[in-house]
Each structure stands twice: as C-alpha cells, then as structure tokens.
C-alpha cells in the first residue's frame, strides 16, 4: 500500500518535554501598573502620559501605545496638559511628584504597592538617624526611585559582596538596609550575611524586601533547572526580575539559560538534540508571549508540556480610587 501524502510530506518531529514554571509573567505590580493605562485612557481618553516604560515589556508598551499611551522619560517631555500623567511600577524619586505638583499635573501613581514598602522603611530609618544601604543595581529605576526618597548621600548603594566588605560606616552601630524588589534571593542573602557579620546591630526589613513575585518565579525555576538543558526566560531586557531567572537557572545546574523576548528568539541550534527544557516568564511579561514560544516549539517539536508549580499566587493589588469610577470628573 502506498504510504499516505502525509506521511510522505511531514518529517517526524523529535519529542521534547517542556517544563512550565509556575509561577510565572504578570505579578501583581505590573498587573495593576498596567490596569492604570488602561482605564486612565478609558476614562479620560488618550492621550494619556507614561514617565518612563509602565513596567519593562516592548509588547505591553506597544500595544499601550496603540491605545494612545504617550511615553516619555521625564516629565520635562509632557507638554502643559489636563490629562493624566502615570508614573511607572517602578516607583520615582520624591522630587518627580513635587515637580508634577509644580506644574499642576494631574498624577496616576502606578509605583507598586512593594517598592513603595521599600521608599516607607527607607524614610522611617532615615528619621530614625540611620545610615542606608541599599541593595541593589545601579541605573535601575526602583534603585534610583528608592534613593531619591532621601537627600542626595543618604543612601549607600550596595551592588555585590566586594561592595559590603568594603563600605566603611560613620557609625557601625547606627546603621540599616534596604532592597530592590527584584534581586536574586541567594545572591542577596549572601550580602546580607556579609553585611550582619561585620555590622551585627544593622537593621533590616523585618520580612525580606524582595517581592514575592520575584521568589516564587526564583524558586520555580530552581525546581526545573536540574533536570532541563536549556531554559529559555521570555521577558526584556531591561527587566531586573527576569534577568535574575536566567542566572539563577544557571546557578541551579541548568547549562544554557537566556532570556528571549518573543518566539523570533528562539536559539533553534541551541535546542538541537535535547530532550527537555524548561520555559518561564518574568513578571513583566505576558503570558501571550508564553504562548508563542510554546506554539513555535510545537512547530519544530513533538512536544509534551509538564506544567511544574511550586506556588500559587492570589494576590492582587487595587488601582487608585479615582480609577474605579467610569466617567472623567
Ligand atoms: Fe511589585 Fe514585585 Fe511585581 Fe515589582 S516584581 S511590580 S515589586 S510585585
């Protein structure tokens, strides 16, 4: 019997077992920065202003655009307006505020409600007289949004465990720490360590500062890692929380890890020969774009998806009062 135009046609496609982290993509933060585009535009119609990206995803920025979102990096870049003005998840300096108020802007503060926890214990040690670290990455908003809470030089950035060693206090007994939201659990664990071993009155947050979003995405990926050889992170660049993926990943035994921003980056010659990967998304990213890769996958592969969840998360966060009402005043 001849053999059927499909089986002459279509190759057999090598099996490959994806492992699904959850969770993973939107946490609570982005989920809510994002709500606050949307129905500042609903209710007061584009276009609406954004002071820096809402949140660190090309795509979520594209299509708020297309809405009529305007983005900009600093409020110098809007022109005398009525329409809103919405500062990112990321959270800004106090001076951003003061100077919107200045000129009679009316603001939508989409900052987190975590990293906004960070500014408030940053101000209450401060007027306690303590001297700050922070914990964190310079050049990243939150970091440059949380050391903006204080005078300039209140607030000592600490970037790695070189930084710790060497920071040299005004008193060792008169001082706390702070951190970004999005760092790596074990790598900050370990400048803490560092931090209370030399200066063992420091205080700290009473529950850690980073998010639970940014842990639990941490702790899925450990759980895959061991048994994958590549995973593929999908978020940007930019995107502090999902940059931790990728090197926690590698640091949990998984070879190859990298982050891509959608299908049309996946590294197909890495993936030659393998069995198993693993795919996750950092907290900017929308589970769409988790999609694709899996739908691009399916192209190339025989795939079978094992979702591995090692938390689960029901938090959510409420957009400002003035946004739960449909109509403009
Ligand atoms: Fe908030 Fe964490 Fe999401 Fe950042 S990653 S927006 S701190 S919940």
New binding site residues.
């Given amino acids: 019997m001849p053999a059927s135009p499909t089986s002459q046609t279509q190759p057999r496609r090598p099996p490959l077992t994806v492992y699904l982290a959850a969770p993973r993509g939107f946490?609570?933060?982005?989920d809510r920065?994002i709500q606050i585009v949307e129905l500042a535009l609903a209710k007061y119609g584009a276009p609406v202003y954004v002071r820096h990206e809402i949140?660190h995803n090309r795509f979520v920025v594209d299509s708020l655009k297309a809405k009529g979102a305007v983005f900009v990096e600093e409020l110098e870049d809007i022109p005398q307006t009525t329409q809103p003005v919405i500062f990112s998840?990321?959270g800004v300096a106090k001076a951003i505020p003061e100077a919107a108020k200045t000129r009679n802007l009316m603001v939508l503060d989409a900052t987190?409600?975590?990293?906004f926890k960070v500014h408030m214990e940053a101000v209450r040690h401060h007027d306690e007289g303590l001297e700050i670290l922070l914990i964190g990455h310079k050049g990243h908003p939150?970091v440059a949004g949380t050391m903006g809470q204080l005078p300039s030089g209140s607030v000592h950035l600490i970037e790695t465990i070189a930084d710790a060693r060497a920071f040299a206090p005004r008193d060792p007994d008169r001082l706390a720490f702070v951190t970004q939201?999005?760092l790596s659990v074990d790598d900050t664990a370990e400048i803490v360590a560092v931090l209370k071993q030399r200066f063992p009155k420091i205080v700290g947050p009473h529950k850690e500062d980073i998010?639970?979003?940014?842990t639990n995405r941490q702790a899925a990926v450990k759980q895959i890692a061991p048994r994958i050889a590549c995973l593929l992170v999908v978020g940007s660049p930019q995107s502090s929380?999902s940059l931790r993926l990728v090197e926690v990943a590698k640091r949990a035994g998984c070879p190859q890890a990298m982050l891509i921003e959608r299908a049309g980056d996946i590294p197909w010659s890495v993936l030659e020969g393998i069995a198993s990967m693993g795919v996750t998304a950092g907290?900017?990213a929308p589970e769409t774009l988790v999609e694709e890769v899996i739908d691009a996958l399916r192209q190339r592969f025989d795939v079978t998806v094992e979702t591995v969840t090692t938390a689960n998360e029901s938090?959510a966060f409420n957009v400002p009062r003035t946004l739960r009402t449909a109509s403009a005043p």
């Avoid at 946490?27 to 982005?30: D, I, L, R, S, Y």
């Avoid at 987190?112 to 990293?115: K, S, T």
């Avoid at 998010?211 to 940014?214: G, P, R």
């Fill in positions: 946490c609570a933060g982005v920065a949140v998840a990321h987190c409600p975590l990293v939150e939201t999005t998010c639970y979003a940014t929380n907290a900017s938090i």
